[in-house]
DNA sequence: CATGAATGAGACTTCATTCAT
DNA sequence: TATGAATGAAGTCTCATTCAT
């Protein structure tokens, strides 16, 4: 047993420390921003040196996008998937929704991505969670639309994703508040589809 | 005469390259993030030696302090003024409007405090960029409020703050754009209101 | 008169400082290899912070191309006077005498390059430095001429060449020693053209 | 049966991995320097992990210093058989002539040598590779010659040694080009035994 | 007012090496 | 035999800052 247990723990140190690596650098660069926070400062956390962050990423860069790849995936899918649905109020409504729980895991990341945008502009990475952002902006969007509209479609979607991280300080339980924000994204969605027609 | 005009143009001159330098420093703090601009590479711009930035401030904390200080003024004042009004829709109505016009000169300031969060959280500045916002974010709503008028105060405020930044890609006119969202901001804080009673 | 001694001196201490880095530079890099020359070393032997070799040179290359720029000059305008007489038996032996004389300046450059070769190969200087040593060589050469007589004539240039290294060993003054090796190169050359003819 | 396989099969495999090491190892070496090439690079050209080369040599000098002895050892014995023979024109011709046949083999440790002067130095192979041809110096030179009969005698061993590298760019087949290189320095040979007597 | 020169701290990164498995 | 994981030393470089001139 002692055995079996050795034996399958060593593949397993290897994934867990990639994991708390990114685990405890994804906090360090969102409390203390990317550039900021030191390699020195992840692996002091983690009980070792900072040569052996080394071992498992190639670069300080390549720990963000790690981390950015593993909690952006969600989001990609909600993309590409309401790429491949008809431009209807529905699907809007239906992406808000989608959008408003993958938040929910995603946040931290996006947490991150706006807080250190002017820095992770020039990594390759900062492109990459723009284009997210943009790329659902354009889905909730409904380009013929007027300017009112426009402008209750993004309403919509700054309340369900900064409402994710300026309503701490709000009391209350976070996923009743996560409802109530996506409740008055959705409304709003529909008063913009009704001034559309 | 030489001398009488080098004295006379000496503290206008100097006057000119502080305004010179904080409006470099501000644009690159923007575009490349705070700390990943350099002093340097601001002297640069400038056609001077980066220890010449030392003789008009102490520190490149202290030209970014320079920097909000200057642009957070009026988002202070209204803050003032709001704090001594009656907590009615009116009044926050009339902040949401004033907070609306104010933007249109402090979003500079704004855009660099939301775009580099993470590090000024760190320097004494960053607290009272924050302070500012929460302390509109007070004033907009009412704290006996149900949750769902909460939510639609907190989507005023994020839908006249962040589309500030957020709509540029939208065509139209800016002014057209601000007016809209103060629009939107307007209706949402009277139905905060409305289901508040 | 002090005054106007540390007035002169100014603009002296830095041409001073740089040369003096180039100095011990070339010396470490010749005596221990330029990879395993740190700038710790240079910097400590010249009483200052590595850092401060950062003021007058960009990098660690760049210091080395210096070095090379300087020694090397000599040497291209060699080249360049070769590149417009004719291929003739005088002007190839003018060719060698004359290098012959720059090596005495220039031999601690070519040492340099000859003992890193292999490290200095990737570095964008390597192959300017490789570039003198094939120009000399084309131009001593008679592409014509039979494989004996081209073989003379690389001998002669290998002769004064690397002989220049070589015979440090060898008991007598230098500059006899240096006549006596470009009397065989010139020898040499001569034998290699009546070969030719 | 597999059983049997193995275990006869293991002492070659592991003699094998060591002369594909010491293969790589002397290529890289070469081609990109001894300080700046990686135990990582030539273990992944291997297919392994740079660990491994631990297995088979105590460092990276060791592979250097085991590559070194490999490639010397013929040198070493020429030297050896110098040694014993008498100090006439006619031993130098023959070590020169047998020189120039080792050449063909040991050209790669000699390159390796020539190209990391610098770097070996330092380490106590070095010494030894230098150790070969100071002795090789000695034995081609008479001592009490005269000048022009010592450069002519150091001239035939450069023209012996170095030609073998600098000679890649001549056209003509390289056996041929030794025998050239080879008849000359027998010549330069001659020359300076008639001057001595 | 501004520069030239230098410093000290600290950052990221690479490397040879070790050791349990 | 070889790997996975980690270490410690070292290296290059950048930056904010200081100070005499």
């Known amino acids: 047993m002692a055995t079996r247990e050795a ?9 867990d420390t990639r994991r708390r690596i990114q685990e405890v650098a994804l906090r ?16 002091e956390e983690l009980g070792v040196t900072h040569a052996a962050l080394y071992y498992h990423f190639r670069s300080k860069e390549d720990i963000l996008v790690s981390v950015a790849e593993g909690l952006g995936g969600p989001i990609d899918e909600l993309i590409a998937w309401g790429d491949q649905q008809p431009g209807t ?7 808000l929704t989608r959008y408003s729980e993958a938040l929910t895991a995603a946040a931290p990341l996006f947490q ?27 889905l909730i969007h409904v380009p013929e639309a007027p300017l009112e509209a426009q402008v209750r479609a993004s309403s919509a979607l700054m309340t369900v994703h900064f409402g994710a991280f300026s309503l701490y300080a709000l009391p209350g339980d976070a996923e009743e508040k996560r409802k109530a924000l996506l409740g008055l994204g959705l409304e709003l969605l529909a008063a913009a589809d009704a001034e559309h027609r």
């Open 7 to 15: 034996a399958a723990s060593t593949p397993n140190r290897r994934r």
């Open 28 to 43: 360090h660069f969102i409390e203390r921003g990317y550039e900021t926070t030191s390699l020195r400062e992840i692996a």
């Open 89 to 95: 109020l529905r699907t809007r409504q239906e992406l």
């Open 112 to 138: 991150l991505m706006q807080e250190n945008q002017a820095v992770l502009r020039k990594l390759s990475i900062g492109q990459t969670l723009n284009d997210r952002v943009a790329a659902l902006s354009r």
